[in-house]
């Protein structure tokens, strides 16, 4: 890229030391002060992307009080997917953030074998309606058949930001899901409501995972939110992100999530499993505002839920 081609799609991000910064290397500087992550920083000094008082500098270079600090920064020219025409249900929309609903039997990115009729592609015709190229930056995922919130970043910036958030614990998820099983026995095996148990991976089937000694640890925080006939409603929290989590752990202690056919049993009453993202809480990236996002419960985990007899007790999450 030449540089007037370089300098017609990008900007410059700049900022002053102050003297408490005085000393600091200038990639501690962009990691610790600036936000930048370690992909970035290290796309940026290859490029010689990063300036002080003008002039492209290298990791290594002290700082001083009144340095000023600029970055560039690109602006999106593709989509990350290829646009196609598509139903988004959006629950929650703004300049820097976007939250969809997803439907069951969709990936939210293109992986593997499956190209398009992903989440990506339907939300890239999205924007690419709107007259704008933004790249499709999901910040979490959900699997295949997992209904409800995902959350997306229209910038790198508030990417960086959310994802920092995402690792310190500051953005919320709460699932929902129908198990297998009366929850007072739940209750009684886990009084506190938490199963601490360490996931690995499975030596013999590489795509799924179970409980395992050497694991990474994985803790789950559930609260009854309803029973039936012989089901339970419960509503569960996250404090690590294993893959599968929530299913490998309730499968391990009896208590599957109905119509799971990787960790649990078919259910007759429910094609996929009766697993969805309900809620998602966080401060806004820029204003600092609360957002709080809810997606209602879709039609077969109602119908499930109706078939079984149980009444949720949520506060209107399922409303």
């Known amino acids: 890229m030449n ?6 799609n990008s900007s410059l991000k700049k900022y002053i030391v102050a003297e408490r910064y005085a000393g600091m290397t200038l990639e501690r500087y962009l990691k610790e ?19 002080v ?25 593709g989509y990350g ?7 988004v249900d959006i629950l929650y929309e703004d300049d820097e953030i976007i939250v969809l609903n997803k439907p069951a039997g969709m990936l939210v990115h293109p992986a ?51 994802e920092a958030m995402l690792a310190a614990g500051q953005l919320h998820r709460r699932y929902a899901a129908v198990v297998r099983g009366d929850a007072d026995s739940l209750q009684e095996k886990f009084p506190d409501g938490v199963i601490d148990l360490p996931i690995g991976r499975n030596a013999l089937q590489p795509n799924r995972r179970q409980v395992m000694e050497g694991g990474k640890r994985a803790v789950t925080r559930f609260e009854v939110l309803g029973k039936g006939r012989s089901c339970s409603l419960l509503s569960l929290t996250l404090e690590t ?5 929530i299913r490998v752990h309730l499968a391990h202690v009896g208590y599957p999530v109905a119509g799971d056919r990787m960790y649990g049993t078919r259910s007759r009453d ?29 039609s077969d985990m109602r119908k ?16």
């Open 3 to 8: 540089n007037k081609r370089k300098e017609r």
């Open 33 to 51: 002060v600036m936000s930048v992550s370690a992909r970035q920083r290290q796309k940026l000094f290859f490029s010689r992307g990063v300036y």
């Open 53 to 77: 008082n003008g002039s492209s500098a290298h990791t290594k270079r002290l700082l001083k009080a009144g340095d000023m600090v600029a970055i560039r920064q690109f602006k999106d020219t």
């Open 81 to 87: 997917a290829v646009p196609e025409e598509g139903a």
């Open 112 to 162: 593997g074998q499956t190209k398009s009729g992903t989440l990506a592609n339907y939300l890239a015709n999205y924007f690419r309606q709107q007259g704008r190229v933004v790249t499709v930056r999901a910040l979490h995922r959900l699997d295949r058949d997992t209904t409800g919130c995902v959350l997306f970043a229209r910038t790198p910036e508030v990417q960086v930001k959310l």
């Open 241 to 245: 992100g294993r893959t599968h989590q």
């Open 270 to 298: 429910i094609s996929r499993q009766a697993l969805h993202g309900a809620e998602l809480e966080f401060l806004h990236p820029v204003t600092g505002e609360k957002i709080a996002v809810k997606a209602s419960y879709p």
């Open 304 to 319: 499930l839920m109706e078939l079984d007899g149980i009444r949720a007790y949520d506060g209107g999450v399922h409303d």
